[in-house]
C-alpha cells in the first residue's frame, strides 16, 4: 500500500479512502450513466401492487404474443417500486441478463389486466439479494 503520511509509518489498510475513492467513483460514473440514459438502455416498469404484494411483476407474453422483457433491447431493468402519497419513488434497477437468470427460478403466473399476460412474480428482497 501507498506511505500517504510522509515521515511516518502508516500504511494504508486495504480498505481506506485512497482504495475506496477510485472504486466509489467508478461506480458513479456507471450509475450516472445509467441514469442519464448515456451508453445504457434502460426499461423502466412501474409497480402499483409492488407495496401490497412485496413482489414485482416481469412480463413475458400479453395477448398471445411475446412483450416484456422477451422484446427489450435495454441493458437495464429499473423498478419503480410505487408508493402512494411519496414525492419521490424508489426505484431498483438491474441489468437485464440477471434479472433474466433470477426470474427463471419463479414459476410462470397469470397477470396483467383481466389476466391477459404470462410473467414472473419475483419477491423484491429477492431483486436486492441477487443470490444467483
Known amino acids: 500500500m501507498k506511505n500517504i503520511n510522509k515521515g511516518y509509518d502508516y500504511v494504508a489498510p486495504k480498505n481506506s479512502f485512497l482504495t ?3 472504486f466509489g467513483e467508478k461506480y458513479e460514473r456507471e450509475s450516472k450513466s445509467i441514469l442519464e440514459g448515456k451508453d445504457v438502455k434502460v426499461e423502466v416498469k412501474a409497480d402499483r401492487l409492488c407495496q401490497k404484494t412485496g413482489n414485482v411483476y416481469v412480463e413475458i407474453r400479453s395477448r398471445g404474443k411475446p412483450s ?3 422484446t427489450t433491447d ?5 423498478f419503480c417500486l410505487w408508493k402512494e402519497n411519496r414525492e419521490l419513488q424508489t426505484y431498483v434497477s438491474i441489468p437485464v441478463k440477471i434479472l433474466k437468470k433470477l426470474m427463471m427460478k419463479y414459476p410462470i403466473k397469470l397477470g396483467g389486466d383481466n389476466n391477459t399476460s404470462k410473467g414472473h412474480i419475483i419477491p423484491k428482497e429477492d431483486l436486492l439479494n441477487q443470490t444467483i
Open 68 to 70: 416484456g422483457i422477451t
Open 20 to 22: 475506496d475513492l477510485p
Open 74 to 78: 435495454a441493458d437495464v431493468w429499473a
